[in-house]
C-alpha cells in the first residue's frame, strides 16, 4: 500500500541488476554477471530471510497477546 517504498525497493533492484550485468558497470564497480543458479540461490536465501523475520513477527504477537 506504500506506493513510494515499492517504488524505491523496484528501482534498487534495477540498479542492482544493471551494476551485476551492464558491462560498463561491471568496470567501474568491479562485478561479473551472475550465473542463472546463483542469482536464483540468491533470491531464495533472501525469501528464507524474509520467511523467518515474518515467523518471529507472528510468534512475538501471539506472545504478547
Same mark, same amino acid.
Given at each position: 500500500?506504500?506506493?513510494?517504498?515499492? &517504488? @524505491?525497493?523496484?528501482?534498487?533492484? &534495477? *540498479? #542492482?541488476?544493471? =551494476?551485476?550485468?551492464?558491462?560498463?558497470?561491471?568496470? =567501474?564497480?568491479?562485478?561479473? @554477471?551472475?550465473? @542463472? #543458479?546463483?542469482? *536464483?540461490?540468491?533470491? =531464495? *536465501?533472501?525469501c528464507l530471510v524474509f520467511l523467518a523475520v515474518e515467523v518471529e513477527k507472528l510468534?512475538?504477537?501471539?506472545?504478547?497477546?
Amino acid at each position: 500500500s506504500n506506493i513510494s517504498l515499492s &517504488l @524505491a525497493v523496484l528501482v534498487t533492484l &534495477l *540498479l #542492482q541488476l544493471l =551494476v551485476i550485468y551492464h558491462p560498463s558497470l561491471q568496470k =567501474v564497480f568491479s562485478t561479473t @554477471a551472475l550465473k @542463472a #543458479q546463483d542469482l *536464483l540461490l540468491c533470491i =531464495v *536465501l533472501s525469501c528464507l530471510v524474509f520467511l523467518a523475520v515474518e515467523v518471529e513477527k507472528l510468534w512475538r504477537r501471539s506472545k504478547s497477546q
